[in-house]
């Protein structure tokens, strides 16, 4: 099954954004030979819809989605980042794992798409 994310941007990366839970499993295994990042985030407190923190494990209380990324977002020693109000952009585009792959770095995934 192919899924539509919303692209976003976090901390300067571009980003696959998905708002439901999704299986990290079943994602990777559609590109096996490609490293994707998984971050879930979190929302605040106050207002469960408002992405504040960004983390390394699955979030379990004010989840808002998961982060599909090509580059890490977070250092090793880091379980979790902030995300400030100038962190997170979101252009309003949809697109299939290959197209961002593609995209974001076309040697990995060598296949044309229409922008």
Known sequence: MRYEFEVAEMFGECIL??????NR??????VPNIQLYFYD???D??????????ESKPV????????????PLLR????????GDLDLHYPGESWQLEKYIH????TLYPIKFER
């Open 103 to 106: 995209i974001n770095d076309p």
């Open 25 to 30: 499993n079943e994602i990777q295994s559609q």
């Open 76 to 83: 090793d020693s880091e379980e979790y980042k902030i995300i």
């Open 17 to 22: 954004l998905s708002d439901t839970r999704i």
């Open 41 to 43: 985030i979190r929302g």
């Open 45 to 54: 407190d106050d207002d469960p819809g408002m992405p504040c923190v960004v």
């Open 60 to 71: 379990r209380v004010n989840y808002v989605g998961t982060v599909i990324s090509l580059k």
